[in-house]
Antibody, heavy 118, light 110 residues
């Protein structure tokens, strides 16, 4: 059974950093691109970015709203994807989800809540 | 503003059919057969309902169907049930690793 479990969310002050993890099992993690999405309170799903598999050089792409502040990485030996979030803003408050794939997302996690507030 | 346009809301009574549209351009929906649809119940993991325009993953009821005409993709839910009430999102390839997203449609079962 495929499982994706996000962790690392919590309350953080504006300007600080946080790293989210997406621990996976049940599939060959190294073969898949991984994406991150978020949903702010009362808003729709928003794409954050993705990281391709090592086969494709582990290339990353980001939404304009997070580019330069967020960094997505992966550890294929642990089957974990990460998103390092720096210079957090109040508007980054959201539930963050990880998923497999780039334009087709077969599997998703349950999400982890990030609250940016002073 | 999302690159793909979805109606913010849709509704139907139990047993009825409802169709949700997702409009893009010839550079995304119109140019590729990589449109997928997702169901999202608040607080839960989103779920893939349709991929490659019309294909259903195993376990998804055949009440859910997808289609495409020109630059518009559609998700039809037939025989509406209470548990179908959720937010629905479309995603399309726009060539290479470029992806575009819809803003979501809230489906209400009356």
């Amino acid at each position: 059974e495929v499982q994706l479990v996000e962790s690392g969310g919590g309350l953080v002050q504006p300007g600080r950093s946080l790293r989210l993890s997406c621990a996976t099992s049940g599939f060959t993690f190294g073969d898949y691109a991984m994406s991150w999405f978020r949903q702010a309170p009362g808003k729709g799903l928003e794409w954050v970015g993705f990281i391709r598999s090592k086969t494709y050089g582990g290339a990353t792409q980001y939404a304009a709203s997070v580019k330069g502040r967020f960094t997505i990485s992966r550890d294929d030996s642990k089957s974990i994807a990460y998103v390092q979030m720096n210079s957090l803003k109040i508007e980054d408050t959201a539930v963050y989800y990880c998923s497999t794939g780039i334009y087709q997302h077969n599997h998703w996690g349950q999400g982890t809540l990030v609250t940016v507030s002073s | 503003q999302s690159a793909l346009t979805q109606p913010p809301s849709a509704s139907g009574s139990p047993g009825q059919s409802v169709t949700i549209s997702c409009t893009g351009t010839s550079s995304d929906i119109g140019g590729y057969n990589y449109v997928s649809w997702y169901q999202h119940h608040p607080g839960k993991a989103p779920k893939l309902m349709i991929y490659e325009v019309f294909k259903r993953p195993s376990g998804v009821p055949d009440r859910f169907s997808g289609s495409k005409s020109g630059n518009t993709a559609s998700l039809t839910v037939s025989g509406l049930q209470a548990e179908d009430e959720a937010d629905y999102y479309c995603i399309s390839s726009a060539g290479g690793t470029n992806v575009v997203f819809g803003g979501g449609t809230k489906l209400t079962v009356l």
